[in-house]
């Protein structure tokens, strides 16, 4: 069975260290802050101004002045602090955050991601993410391994614009686990449970680098 | 030094048209609410936006860019808005858009009199394209200049009649960066003090860079993305 994107964000919070500073991205990535293994502790980061970002406020407690990088409504942990963004930058690029996860459109077997604009339909911009995967020295891409038109998302060379490039180190999909190696390829870590190698071949477009028994990964 | 103004008609007199304006705040979280109504008012025209975000449809510069007051925006993320897309894809917008660190840090450097720095953020994207390239320490880094404008205006929490301002939350963001890189910044504050109320050990913005600061009033404070958990 493929996962689902709780479990895709339960097997990312598998890779979470003692003591890390993390930025979550939107989507997916938001969801890991929900499965931290039991007696680690880590500390949330969002671009906008807050290290030691909490849960969701309760209904009637929501402050208009304290939302995440998502623009959504959170709290603030015991020990939090607030910042400009010049200065919650300098974490980012100064390498003081030692995990950012986030989502994709595209990732290239070289470690290239494309993740904020489609020409001529979408155009957002790129937010903090051109920074965030320029700096960060450990960088997750939890996303489906197909689009919804069911076309690879993990391709020998990104076709949209590119948000950094040979940055991305692991890739966690519905489908596997895979580490971006030296010289290109992803090279399979783990298949999801009853996935089976040649589903995960027959998805992924860019090389896939498949090396003795693959083993499920462990939820 | 008194930098009060008795109103926002007041601190916003010497905006004209054509002028290059930075406006602080992350979405609608800490933008300046008094000084863009009264933008709007004015119809001040031909305006050169920096701006992390272009606010909503219908609030923050979302209002400014209905009424076709803005030539161009600079910012870094301008989704959540049917407005902007668009007059940008219509091409009625210029749009310059650029990573939200090197915008943060663009803004400082401007402030700052650092006239331009290199950063690896956007290195082999659209955006480095025409800069100079130079590899540090074995990685490919690109030019950026410094940002300045005519008036920058921020939103603080409190400030004195010095012009010292703190911010609350998340809501400092760009702000604090923004009002060092105005030429004639204006700082419109929720709770307008006399000075000696501040304790200048918790001062984020020292009112060197503030030239005028009034007492806003009737914040709105709208939330882009409400999200609760229910108590269990």
Redesign the interface.
Known sequence: MALDKNQIARRIAQELQHGWYVNLGIGIPTLVANFIPEGIEVEFQ?????LGMG????????????????????T?MKGAA?????T??AM??GQHVQLTVLGAMEVSENG?IANW?IP?KM?????????LV??ADNIIVAMMHANKKGESKLLSNCSL??????CVKKVVTNLAVMEIVEGGGFKLLERAPGVSVEEIQAATEGKLIIKGEIPEMVL | MNKVVDNVEKACAGIENGMTIMLGG?????IPENSISQLVKLGTKELTCIS?NAGVDDFGLGLLLQNRQIKKMI??????NDEF?RQ??SGELE?D?I???????R??AGGAGIPAFF?????????AEGKEVRVFNGKPHILESALTADYAIVKA?KGDTAGNLI???????????MAMAGKVTIAEVEHLVPTGELDPNQI?IAGIFVQHIFQGTGYE???????????S
């Open positions: 969002s671009e906008n101004g807050i849960p969701f406020p309760f209904e009637g407690e929501e402050d208009a002045d304290l939302i995440n990088a998502g623009k959504q409504t959170i603030a607030y910042f400009d963004s010049a919650s930058f980012i690029r290239d604009k001529g155009v957002k911009g790129m937010g903090g993410a051109m920074d320029a700096s614009p590119l948000t950094g490039v040979g | 992350f979405g609608l979280c800490g992390n910012s870094s993320y301008v989704g959540e897309e940008m894809l749009v858009l990573p939200q660190g090197s915008l943060a840090e803004c400082r950063t690896p953020a956007g290195y082999g994207t659209e955006v929490w911010f609350k939350g998340t809501a400092r963001n760009f702000n604090p960066m984020h404070k709208r939330i882009e993305q409400r999200t609760v958990r229910q108590k």
